[in-house]
């Protein structure tokens, strides 16, 4: 009886290993993020052409976010009937073009709020995903084509334990009807690399865990226009990358900060830390052993640069090292974003005056405008060299 049971364990631990090396999905190597279309401002509308150009560029898939509460669902009740329109059309031009697509479910932050610290909240999210698992079936959409992302940027301070089993029964609905689709997990804290650290996971052989790289915000986020309200980063402008670069005092760089203490000391870390290539890979590969410890795949569902208050050759360097560390630990990736405030193309045609706060800019007319990549964005992101 006891050799049963123990051979009987055996075979289900080897089959664990079985199954993650026959696991569904795409590849998920090179992707965009289409932000600001279905979640978000809603201020950049994709057409069939911008599918064309991403496919053409030599991208294998994108990035989806979705606001839910622009299908009609909220979370105080139980789903009904969703407008899935929107959606059901970017997929079939995703689909036209051979891109296969992350459907990533991305909330407002009061959503996000609400669904963290309500048992109910979280009954309801469980009940949108069982409909969305069932819409999207995997015999019309194949799980070559569709991926599933549960949550963008989930937070639960410090409640891990709690959002590890929000996910599984998230997991157990979806897997009813879904049993092949890759399911993409976000990492606790925000998606960082550090709540990637922090997890354990599931024991699912179609999971991809995903983390976001926007180290270090003196990069990334300089000039930003809303959040970090206690830091100076919003006055910074022009701070180059690599580190090695900066030349000047933080009064040249963040001359109209409130507090030119606090600007000082913030680039003094920036510098000090020695941002670079090198130190960039230290970071990534921190993630390539987490999968390596847990048998698990990983990806990089977010990584970009604000481009309105740094130079383009530093915005692009940070970018090209981000890439080159995620390719050479073999981790997939998908750059925030394609057109918006960290946007890799140039609009061209009948375009609006930029946002005086943001400096976005919105697509007057889809059927005039159009978006060219800009060739440093490519030569980044897809460059061998």
Same mark, same amino acid.
């Given at each position: 009886m006891l050799f049963r049971l123990f051979a009987t364990l055996i075979l289900l631990f080897c089959g664990s290993f079985s199954a993650f090396a026959q696991a569904k999905g795409p590849a998920l190597h090179r992707g965009l993020n289409l932000s600001n279309w279905l979640a978000n401002a809603e201020r950049q509308p994709m057409t069939e052409r911008d599918f064309a150009q991403i496919a053409g560029a030599g991208f294998d898939h994108i990035r989806l976010p979705v606001n839910p509460e622009l299908l009609g669902f909220h979370?105080?009740?139980?789903?009904?009937?969703?407008?899935?329109?929107?959606?059901?059309?970017?997929?079939? =031009?995703?689909?036209?073009?051979?891109?296969?697509? $992350?459907? &990533?479910? @991305?909330?407002?932050?009061t959503f996000m709020d609400k669904l963290e610290k309500n048992a109910s909240a979280e009954e309801n999210f469980i009940g949108l995903w069982d409909v969305l698992a069932r819409h999207y079936d995997e015999k019309n959409y194949p799980p070559s084509q569709l991926s599933f992302e549960l949550l963008n940027e989930p937070h639960y301070y410090p409640a891990e334990k709690h959002y590890a089993e929000f996910m599984q029964n998230l997991m157990n609905a979806i897997r009813q009807s879904s049993p092949q689709r890759l399911i993409v997990i976000g990492a606790p804290h925000g998606s960082s690399l550090d709540g990637l650290l922090? =997890?354990?996971?599931?024991?699912?052989?179609?999971? $991809?865990? &995903?983390? @976001?790289?926007?180290?270090?915000?003196?990069?990334?986020?300089?000039?930003?226009?809303?959040?970090?309200?206690?830091?100076?980063?919003?006055?910074?402008?022009?701070?180059?990358?690599?580190?090695?670069?900066?030349?000047?005092?933080?009064?040249?760089?963040?001359?109209?900060?409130?507090?030119?203490?606090?600007?000082?000391?913030?680039?003094?870390?920036?510098?000090?830390?020695?941002?670079?290539?090198?130190?960039?890979?230290?970071?990534?590969?921190?993630?390539?052993?987490?999968?390596?410890?847990?048998?698990?795949?990983?990806?990089?569902?977010?990584?970009?640069?604000?481009?309105?208050?740094?130079?383009?050759?530093?915005?692009?360097?940070?970018?090209?090292?981000?890439r080159k560390a995620l390719d050479a630990n073999g981790i997939g990736w998908d750059l925030w974003d394609y057109a918006d405030l960290m946007g890799i193309v140039q609009l061209q045609g009948d375009v609006s005056t930029p946002d005086p706060v943001d400096g976005s800019i919105r697509l007057n007319d889809v059927t005039k405008g159009s978006r060219v990549f800009e060739p440093e964005a490519l030569q980044a992101l897809l460059s061998e060299k």
């Open positions: 979370l105080d009740q139980k789903p009904g009937s969703l407008d899935l329109k929107a959606v059901d059309a970017a997929l079939a =031009m995703a689909v036209k073009y051979h891109l296969a697509v $992350i459907l &990533d479910i @991305h909330p407002s932050g922090s =997890m354990q996971p599931l024991l699912d052989p179609n999971i $991809i865990y &995903d983390f @976001h790289f926007y180290e270090p915000y003196m990069v990334t986020h300089q000039g930003i226009h809303r959040g970090f309200e206690k830091k100076m980063l919003r006055y910074f402008h022009d701070v180059p990358y690599p580190a090695s670069k900066v030349d000047h005092e933080a009064d040249f760089y963040a001359a109209d900060a409130p507090s030119q203490g606090q600007a000082e000391k913030e680039l003094r870390d920036y510098v000090q830390d020695g941002w670079s290539s090198e130190v960039v890979a230290g970071r990534i590969v921190l993630a390539s052993h987490w999968a390596t410890e847990h048998h698990m795949r990983v990806m990089c569902g977010e990584f970009g640069a604000l481009r309105n208050h740094i130079d383009a050759p530093s915005r692009y360097r940070w970018i090209a090292d981000t």
